[in-house]
Structures are given as C-alpha cells and as structure tokens.
C-alpha cells in the first residue's frame, strides 16, 4: 500500500520504531480534496536510503502524540532543497524529541515544486500555510492551546517555515473550509541551518533554483527571502548555524537576525564554530549536539515547555 492510498483511506495509524521509546504517529491529509490547483506525481513515494521522501503525492502531516500532552504544538519542515523531504535525518528524530517532551509535534509532507503541481514553487508554502491553520481548527480534539503553535525548520524547510512564520502571503489559496478562517502565523519559530536569502551573492542554493530559476528579476528573489517579510509582530525567533556550513552560508542567520533586531523582533542566533550543514538533532561528539539543549532552554522561556 502506498502513501496516496493509506492517507485516502482516512489516514492510519502507525508505529514509529519501539513502541516503548516512540509515541504513535497519526498521519492525516492537509486538504480534504485535491490541494489548490492539482496536478502531482502519481504512485508512491519515492524513499531514499537515507530516508529522504520525494513523489509525495498527498500532502500530510504525521501527528507525533507525547504520553502527556502539555499543550504546545510544533509545526516540523525538513530540508532537502525543495526536491526531496529529509525525514529520517531531520523531520522525524525532532518530532520525537519534541514528542518526548510533551509537545505534540506535526511533521509536514509538503508539495515539491517541480513534481508537476500546478502551483509550482507556491505549493509548499501553501502547504505550511494550510497546516497551522489546521493544527489550531484540531486543537480542542488534541488538547492544544491555538496560542502555543511555533515551527521548527531545517535548512530549505527553514526557508519555507521562515516565509511562513513572517507572513508571506504571496502563496494564498482559496479558502477550502472553515480552517481557513484561522490565523496561518506561529507564536515562535526556530529555522536551523536555514536558507533565508535568494539575493546574490548569497544565492547559490538548490532552493533559489528551484524557486526562482536560473536567472530572477530582482524583485522576484527579493519576494521569496525571507529577511524582507520580516516586521514588527513576526514572532520570535530561534537561529542556529555553523560557521562552515557549505550549503547555505552563514551570512543567512546574520542576515536574518540583522532583520529582526530592526524590526524589534525577539532573536536568539547561535552560532557553531564547526558542524557543516545538515547535522538534524546533532551529531555527538560535535558542537552541533550542543544546539538543542538551548533550544529547550528558549521553548522553556517560551511557555512552550512546563
């Protein structure tokens, strides 16, 4: 059974690995048709070795469900450049890390642009738009607080949770049903590792590829940044990157800290002297496996956390 029918089929539940260690995983479709403009891949997913997904043919969230549910949420995008979803390496781990926590965490399986959606690049955005959206419209049927929703985004799921969470609003879709009526902005978001900017000379990312193109006007790359949506009333904000990072340069969390401070945004940016990109939940034995103790410490200072 491929994804398309088991999510078509009401949206099972599942066990993620040992039912000792992990919560149970319910995996519900994000629209109750065919999402704006259809199109898509047909048949199943495509799973890499590493467990990166692509060909993902109905957008869903899988709803990581702690024990004790504290009544915080966490909206979780990975990365992979728009063309695949990192699930196991980034998406997954966190959720259950958050999960064993007591937030429900909610891990998106968004549109990939260049799967043949007629939406195009938009698609994902309207995607994590239409999730929050619905995480609030399920939160009496959770136990959640609608005001206790933040996103968690790494590296190009950083991108697209960083336009979400400051209120891009050129990927709006229609109104589908009564979700639609509810705020699509988080009370706090954490990008890490994250691309923000597809304005040269920092542009040299699969994401701005994908997105934008070869060769953008000016405007266009400066529309899909995320550092020129920032405004007062953006939610907080939570930036970790390492110095080396070979994918998306460093400068991006700078940049978007530098935007949030103008803006009198709160930002916490930190900043690993080694670690590369790509490093999820951290590698032992790296800096990186330092970052998420502090995120805990700002989701505590957050309310997020008892």
Request: aromatic share 6%.
């Amino acid at each position: 059974m491929d994804r398309r029918t088991l999510l078509l089929a009401a949206g099972g539940t599942l066990l993620a690995g040992s039912p000792r260690a992990d919560p149970v995983v319910t995996v519900i479709p994000l629209w109750p048709g065919l999402p704006p403009g259809g199109g898509g891949p047909s048949g199943a997913e495509v799973v890499s070795a590493k467990g990166a997904v692509s060909r993902i043919g109905v957008p869903a969230l899988e709803v990581f469900g702690p024990d004790q549910p504290n009544g915080a949420a966490v909206l979780i995008a990975a990365g992979g450049g728009y063309r695949r979803i990192q699930m196991e390496n980034e998406a997954r781990p966190a959720a259950r890390w958050l999960a064993a926590r007591g937030i429900t965490a909610f891990v998106l399986a968004y549109r990939l642009p260049e799967e043949g959606w007629a939406e195009g690049a938009r698609a994902p955005l309207q995607d994590a738009r239409r999730a929050l959206r619905l995480i609030r419209a399920r939160a009496a049927r959770d136990r959640l607080d609608p005001e206790r929703i933040g996103v968690l985004g790494f590296s190009a799921g950083g991108h697209l949770l960083g336009l979400a969470a400051t209120g891009a609003a050129f990927a709006a879709y229609p109104p589908v049903d009564a979700a639609d009526a509810l705020s699509a902005e988080p009370n706090g978001a954490a990008l890490i590792y994250p691309v923000i900017t597809l304005v040269p000379p920092l542009d040299r990312t699969v994401t701005r590829r994908v997105l934008v193109g070869s060769r953008p006007a000016p405007a266009t790359s400066a529309e899909w940044s995320v550092e020129t949506h920032v405004r007062a009333g953006c939610p907080p904000m939570f930036l970790v990157q390492a110095e080396d990072d070979p994918i998306s340069d460093s400068d991006n969390t700078r940049m978007m800290a530098e935007a949030c401070r103008r803006a009198g945004v709160p930002v916490e940016l930190h900043r690993l002297a080694s670690g590369g990109h790509g490093f999820g939940m951290g590698r032992a034995g790296t800096p990186s496996a330092a970052w998420p103790s502090w995120y805990e410490a700002w989701l505590r200072r957050a309310g997020m956390l008892a």
